[in-house]
C-alpha cells in the first residue's frame, strides 16, 4: 500500500490539452505511436522568452522556415485550433480573446478569478489599452476580493480605481459567499464622530434593488455627458445606510463561546481584533486563578462587550472555580444597549457584571471615589485611549492584600492601553526600542509622572498590522506610584458638556512634578472600542 502510495503521488500528471475532430485525415505517418490521436500544445511566451529562442541559435530566417514546415501539418488546418491561433508571417500566437475566454463555469470560480475577468489588471492592461482609455477605467493594480465578515455583513474598504466596478464586486463576493452572508456594504468615509462609526453604502444584499442601481447609474451617466469627468457613473452612485436598513444590520457574532449582537451601522466592531479580545481575557484569568481573593475589572471604553462577556458569562470555564467581577462602560448609547441585551443573552449575572454609560474619563474617576479596588484596567480606543490616562492623577491607592502587587503597601491596578504607532521591521532592535519608547512617552505625559520599565512592568505588544507603516499596540504597565502627587484632573460638574468638545479643565500642567504636557490632548469624547 504505502509504494502505490508513493507511487500515485510521485506520478507526474497528465491532461489532455486539445483533441483533434474525429474522421479528419491528418496524413500521420506512424498513428499507431501516437495511438491515433494527436495532442497539439499551445504554450503562451513572454517577450523575453522568444528573445531568449532568438538568442539560442534561431534566427528569423530558420524560425520562418521551421514555423512553414510545422504548418504544413494537417493538424494546423483544423478549424478549432484555426479559431485560436493569430497567423502572421513568420509568428504564431495565441489569440488575446480566446485568452479570456471563461472556461471554466461561473460556480466554480472564486471571488478573486471573477474579479480579474471583468476588471482591468495591470496583467490585462497592455491588451486593453485601447479599450480602458475610451472608457477612463484606470487600471487595478490589486484585485479587491478580500473582505472582513462581521455575522452575515461582508464589509470591503474599495479605493478610488476600484469604485466604477463596486456593485459587481458586491454581487461576486454575495454570489460567493451566499447564505452565509446577506449583504455586502462598502466604508465611504473615515471615522470622524465620537462612536468611532464610519458611514457606509450597500454594494449588493437583500435589499438592494439592482433595478433602481441601474437606472441610478443610468442616470448618472447622463449626467455626465456620456464622458469620463467625475469617473464611471456606477461610483457616483450611492445607496448609503439608513434606518430602513436597521434590521439588515443588526448581526449576531460569535467568540470565545459567547454571542454578540449589534448594529453594525452604529457601533464599533472589528473581527479582526479575536485574537486580541482572547488574549486579553485569557491573561486576567490566568493572574486570577493565582488569586485567592476576587479580581475585578474595569473596561473604560467596552463596546459591546468583547473583553467584558466572556470574562463574566456563566458558561465560561473559569465561571464557577475563579470569581472575576467585571465594571463595563461605553459612552455609545447604542452599545451600551447591546452591551445590555449580551449580558442577558450570554447569561452574565449583576454580581458578576455592571455596566455604565458613561465617559471614559468619567468612569475611571467613579471607580477611584467609590473604592472599587480595581486590578485590570483596559482602554480599547487605539485612536486616542493613551491620552485617557490622564484621568489618573492623583490616584487614590487602596492598601494592598497579601496577594497584591504592591509598592509601599499600594496595590496598584495594571492597565490595558491600546494604540497606534509606527510599524518597526522585525528583528530591527533600534527601531523597537524607538516605538516603544514614543509609546511610553505619550502615556508619561497624560499620567503626568514616569514609568520604570522594569519597576511598573512596562510592555508593548504588536497587536494587528493595521498599514504599511502602521500598527495597533498594546501597551501594559502598573499605574505607577508617582502618579498619586500629580494633581487630580478636574471635570466639569454635570457631566460632560457638548459645547467642549471632549475638552476638559486642565490644572497642574505648570509646577507640578514629573513629566507633564503642557498641552491638553486635542480630542473628543470616548468613542467605544
Given at each position: 500500500?504505502?509504494?502505490?502510495?508513493?507511487?500515485?503521488?510521485?506520478?507526474?500528471?497528465?491532461?489532455?490539452?486539445?483533441?483533434?475532430?474525429?474522421?479528419?485525415?491528418?496524413?500521420?505517418?506512424?498513428?499507431?505511436?501516437?495511438?491515433g490521436c494527436k495532442k497539439l500544445v499551445l504554450k503562451r511566451l513572454s517577450s523575453d522568452d522568444g528573445d531568449r529562442e532568438m538568442e539560442e541559435g534561431n534566427n528569423a530566417n530558420d524560425r520562418e522556415e521551421l514555423l512553414r514546415i510545422a504548418m504544413g501539418d494537417g493538424v494546423w488546418q483544423d478549424r478549432r485550433v484555426q479559431s485560436l491561433l493569430e497567423m502572421e508571417p513568420g509568428k504564431?500566437?495565441?489569440?488575446?480573446?480566446?485568452?479570456?475566454?471563461?472556461?471554466?463555469?461561473?460556480?466554480?470560480?472564486?471571488?478573486?478569478?471573477?474579479?480579474?475577468?471583468?476588471?482591468?489588471?495591470?496583467?490585462?492592461?497592455?491588451?486593453?489599452?485601447?479599450?480602458?482609455?475610451?472608457?477612463?477605467?484606470?487600471?487595478?493594480?490589486?484585485?479587491?476580493?478580500?473582505?472582513?465578515?462581521?455575522?452575515?455583513?461582508?464589509?470591503?474598504?474599495?479605493?478610488?480605481?476600484?469604485?466604477?466596478?463596486?456593485?459587481?464586486?458586491?454581487?461576486?463576493?454575495?454570489?460567493?459567499?451566499?447564505?452565509?452572508?446577506?449583504?455586502?456594504?462598502?466604508?465611504?468615509?473615515?471615522?470622524?464622530?465620537?462612536?468611532?462609526?464610519?458611514?457606509?453604502?450597500?454594494?449588493?444584499?437583500?435589499?438592494?434593488?439592482?433595478?433602481?442601481?441601474?437606472?441610478?447609474?443610468?442616470?448618472?451617466?447622463?449626467?455626465?455627458?456620456?464622458?469620463?469627468?467625475?469617473?464611471?457613473?456606477?461610483?457616483?452612485?450611492?445607496?448609503?445606510?439608513?434606518?430602513?436598513?436597521?434590521?439588515?444590520?443588526?448581526?449576531?457574532?460569535?467568540?470565545?463561546?459567547?454571542?454578540?449582537?449589534?448594529?453594525?451601522?452604529?457601533?464599533?466592531?472589528?473581527?479582526?481584533?479575536?485574537?486580541?479580545?482572547?488574549?486579553?481575557?485569557?491573561?486576567?484569568?490566568?493572574?486570577?486563578?493565582?488569586?485567592?481573593?476576587?479580581?475585578?475589572?474595569?473596561?473604560?471604553?467596552?463596546?459591546?462587550?468583547?473583553?467584558?462577556?466572556?470574562?463574566?458569562?456563566?458558561?465560561?470555564?473559569?465561571?464557577?472555580?475563579?470569581?472575576?467581577?467585571?465594571?463595563?462602560?461605553?459612552?455609545?448609547?447604542?452599545?451600551?444597549?447591546?452591551?445590555?441585551?449580551?449580558?442577558?443573552?450570554?447569561?452574565?449575572?449583576?454580581?458578576?457584571?455592571?455596566?455604565?454609560?458613561?465617559?471614559?474619563?468619567?468612569?475611571?474617576?467613579?471607580?477611584?471615589?467609590?473604592?472599587?479596588?480595581?486590578?485590570?484596567?483596559?482602554?480599547?480606543?487605539?485612536?486616542?485611549?493613551p491620552e485617557f490616562l490622564d484621568a489618573f492623577r492623583g490616584w487614590r491607592f487602596m492598601a494592598s492584600g497579601e496577594d497584591g502587587d504592591d509598592t509601599d503597601g499600594k496595590k496598584r491596578p495594571m492597565v490595558h492601553v491600546h494604540c497606534f504607532g509606527e510599524k518597526a521591521r522585525p528583528g530591527n532592535i533600534e527601531e523597537t526600542a524607538r516605538v516603544e519608547g514614543q509609546v511610553r512617552e505619550?502615556?508619561?505625559?497624560?499620567?503626568?509622572?514616569?514609568?520604570?520599565?522594569?519597576?511598573?512592568?512596562?510592555?508593548?505588544?504588536?497587536?494587528?498590522?493595521?498599514?504599511?507603516?502602521?500598527?495597533?499596540?498594546?501597551?501594559?504597565?502598573?499605574?505607577?506610584?508617582?502618579?498619586?502627587?500629580?494633581?487630580?484632573?478636574?471635570?466639569?460638574?454635570?457631566?460632560?458638556?457638548?459645547?467642549?468638545?471632549?475638552?476638559?479643565?486642565?490644572?497642574?500642567?505648570?509646577?507640578?512634578?514629573?513629566?507633564?504636557?503642557?498641552?491638553?490632548?486635542?480630542?473628543?469624547?470616548?468613542?467605544?472600542?
Amino acid at each position: 500500500i504505502k509504494a502505490i502510495g508513493v507511487l500515485i503521488f510521485k506520478e507526474p500528471k497528465r491532461k489532455s490539452v486539445y483533441t483533434l475532430e474525429e474522421g479528419v485525415d491528418y496524413k500521420l505517418e506512424d498513428a499507431a505511436d501516437y495511438e491515433g490521436c494527436k495532442k497539439l500544445v499551445l504554450k503562451r511566451l513572454s517577450s523575453d522568452d522568444g528573445d531568449r529562442e532568438m538568442e539560442e541559435g534561431n534566427n528569423a530566417n530558420d524560425r520562418e522556415e521551421l514555423l512553414r514546415i510545422a504548418m504544413g501539418d494537417g493538424v494546423w488546418q483544423d478549424r478549432r485550433v484555426q479559431s485560436l491561433l493569430e497567423m502572421e508571417p513568420g509568428k504564431c500566437s495565441i489569440r488575446q480573446s480566446y485568452m479570456k475566454l471563461p472556461s471554466t463555469p461561473y460556480e466554480l470560480l472564486t471571488v478573486d478569478q471573477v474579479l480579474r475577468r471583468i476588471m482591468p489588471t495591470v496583467a490585462a492592461a497592455s491588451t486593453d489599452d485601447e479599450n480602458n482609455a475610451r472608457h477612463c477605467n484606470p487600471v487595478i493594480e490589486e484585485v479587491p476580493s478580500s473582505f472582513e465578515i462581521a455575522g452575515h455583513i461582508a464589509h470591503v474598504n474599495l479605493r478610488e480605481e476600484s469604485l466604477p466596478y463596486k456593485y459587481l464586486i458586491g454581487r461576486a463576493i454575495l454570489d460567493k459567499n451566499r447564505p452565509k452572508i446577506r449583504v455586502v456594504v462598502n466604508k465611504i468615509g473615515n471615522i470622524e464622530n465620537e462612536y468611532r462609526t464610519f458611514p457606509m453604502e450597500i454594494l449588493a444584499g437583500d435589499s438592494l434593488d439592482v433595478g433602481e442601481v441601474e437606472r441610478l447609474c443610468a442616470a448618472a451617466g447622463e449626467g455626465n455627458g456620456g464622458g469620463c469627468e467625475g469617473g464611471s457613473e456606477g461610483s457616483a452612485v450611492q445607496i448609503k445606510i439608513g434606518p430602513q436598513h436597521q434590521q439588515l444590520m443588526e448581526v449576531e457574532v460569535k467568540e470565545h463561546g459567547c454571542k454578540l449582537r449589534l448594529d453594525f451601522a452604529k457601533v464599533y466592531w472589528n473581527s479582526r481584533l479575536q485574537g486580541e479580545h482572547d488574549r486579553i481575557v485569557q491573561q486576567i484569568v490566568r493572574d486570577a486563578s493565582s488569586k485567592k481573593e476576587t479580581t475585578i475589572v474595569a473596561d473604560a471604553m467596552a463596546g459591546v462587550g468583547p473583553f467584558a462577556i466572556p470574562l463574566t458569562f456563566s458558561n465560561a470555564t473559569h465561571y464557577h472555580t475563579t470569581k472575576i467581577i467585571c465594571h463595563a462602560n461605553d459612552l455609545n448609547p447604542i452599545s451600551y444597549k447591546y452591551l445590555n441585551v449580551n449580558a442577558k443573552v450570554n447569561k452574565c449575572y449583576p454580581d458578576r457584571l455592571t455596566t455604565y454609560n458613561l465617559d471614559g474619563r468619567e468612569f475611571i474617576h467613579k471607580m477611584n471615589e467609590e473604592k472599587v479596588d480595581v486590578d485590570h484596567f483596559i482602554m480599547n480606543l487605539p485612536a486616542m485611549a493613551p491620552e485617557f490616562l490622564d484621568a489618573f492623577r492623583g490616584w487614590r491607592f487602596m492598601a494592598s492584600g497579601e496577594d497584591g502587587d504592591d509598592t509601599d503597601g499600594k496595590k496598584r491596578p495594571m492597565v490595558h492601553v491600546h494604540c497606534f504607532g509606527e510599524k518597526a521591521r522585525p528583528g530591527n532592535i533600534e527601531e523597537t526600542a524607538r516605538v516603544e519608547g514614543q509609546v511610553r512617552e505619550r502615556c508619561e505625559r497624560a499620567l503626568g509622572c514616569g514609568i520604570a520599565e522594569e519597576e511598573d512592568e512596562f510592555r508593548v505588544r504588536v497587536v494587528r498590522d493595521v498599514g504599511p507603516r502602521k500598527n495597533m499596540l498594546c501597551a501594559s504597565f502598573c499605574l505607577p506610584v508617582e502618579v498619586s502627587g500629580v494633581e487630580k484632573l478636574v471635570l466639569p460638574s454635570g457631566g460632560v458638556s457638548e459645547q467642549m468638545n471632549g475638552k476638559r479643565e486642565w490644572r497642574g500642567d505648570e509646577g507640578s512634578n514629573g513629566n507633564v504636557g503642557t498641552q491638553p490632548p486635542s480630542h473628543k469624547k470616548t468613542k467605544e472600542s
